[in-house]
C-alpha cells in the first residue's frame, strides 16, 4: 500500500528565509507520480510540481525547487526566498501508474508560516 | 473559465439528516474524486470515478454514497450513518487515469453537524 509521511508538521520563518519540506513514501509500484500541493487559507488544492519515478532530475521553477532521490523515497520541496504569501499548508502526494482511477495519497501536510 | 465549482461553501446539518454536496466540472475530465479533510490533517479519499455511470470506494466510504450519471457532475451525499460527518470536503478531477495527470481541485465544503 502506498504511504506519504511529511516530516514536519510546521515550519515558521522569516520573510527572504528559505524553506525545506520533507516528504518520504512508500509505494511497492515501479512507476509512480509524485506531487506537491499548497492549500492556501481558502481552502483550494493549488497543483505546484510533479515528478514520475523514472526522472530523478532535480530542477528549479522560480521559487521552487525540488530534490527527489529514489535511494531514499523521498521527496523534498524548497521556496527560496520565501513572502509571506507562501503562508499556507503543504502536501506531498504520491500516485501509482497502475493504481485505478489516479488515487492520490497525501501526507498530513506541513503548515509554513512566513513572517513579515 | 474552466474550473471545479463546489456548492455549498458552508453546510450545516441536523443529526440524522441526509445532505448532498455538489460538485461540477467543465474542464472535460473523465476521472472525479471526493476527499475529506479533517482539521490539521491530510486529505483521505472517499470515492472516486474513472467514467460515467461507474466510481469506487476510496479508503473511508462508509456512511457516504455518490452518484456519476453525467461526465460533469459528481454530487456526494452525506447519510445518517456516517457517525463523525463534520470535516472540509473536497472534489477534483483529473484527466488522466494512470496516475500521471495532477487533480484539479474545487474550493471546498465545510460540513458541520448541529
Known amino acids: 500500500a502506498q504511504k506519504v509521511t511529511q516530516v514536519q508538521t510546521e515550519i515558521s520563518v522569516v520573510e527572504k528565509e528559505d524553506v525545506t519540506l520533507d516528504c518520504v513514501y512508500e509505494t511497492r509500484d515501479t512507476t509512480y507520480y509524485l506531487f506537491w500541493y499548497k492549500q492556501p487559507p481558502s481552502g483550494e488544492l493549488v497543483f505546484l510540481i510533479r515528478?514520475?519515478?523514472?526522472?530523478?532530475q532535480n530542477e528549479i521553477s522560480g521559487r521552487y525547487s525540488w530534490n527527489f532521490q529514489k535511494s531514499t523515497s523521498s521527496f523534498n520541496f524548497t521556496i527560496t526566498a520565501s513572502q509571506v504569501v507562501d503562508s499556507a499548508v503543504y502536501f506531498c502526494?504520491?500516485?501509482?501508474?497502475?493504481?485505478?482511477?489516479?488515487?492520490?495519497?497525501f501526507g498530513g501536510g506541513t503548515r509554513v508560516l512566513v513572517k513579515p | 473559465d474552466g474550473g471545479i465549482t463546489q456548492s455549498p461553501k458552508y453546510l450545516f446539518r441536523k443529526e440524522g439528516q441526509n445532505v448532498t454536496l455538489s460538485c461540477e466540472q467543465n474542464?472535460?475530465?473523465?476521472?472525479m474524486y471526493w476527499y475529506r479533510q479533517d482539521p490539521g490533517q491530510g486529505l483521505r479519499l472517499i470515492y472516486y470515478?474513472?467514467?460515467?455511470?461507474?466510481?469506487q470506494k476510496g479508503d473511508i466510504a462508509e456512511g457516504y454514497s455518490v452518484s456519476r450519471e453525467k461526465k460533469e457532475s459528481f454530487p456526494l451525499t452525506v447519510t445518517s450513518a456516517q457517525k463523525n460527518p463534520t470535516a472540509f470536503y473536497l472534489c477534483a478531477s483529473s484527466i488522466d487515469i494512470g496516475g500521471e495527470g495532477e487533480a484539479f481541485f474545487g474550493q471546498g465544503t465545510r460540513l458541520t453537524v448541529v
Open positions: 470515478s474513472q467514467i460515467v455511470n461507474d466510481f
Open positions: 474542464l472535460n475530465h473523465d476521472a
Open positions: 502526494a504520491l500516485s501509482e501508474a497502475w493504481a485505478a482511477g489516479n488515487k492520490l495519497t
Open positions: 515528478r514520475n519515478s523514472f526522472d530523478e
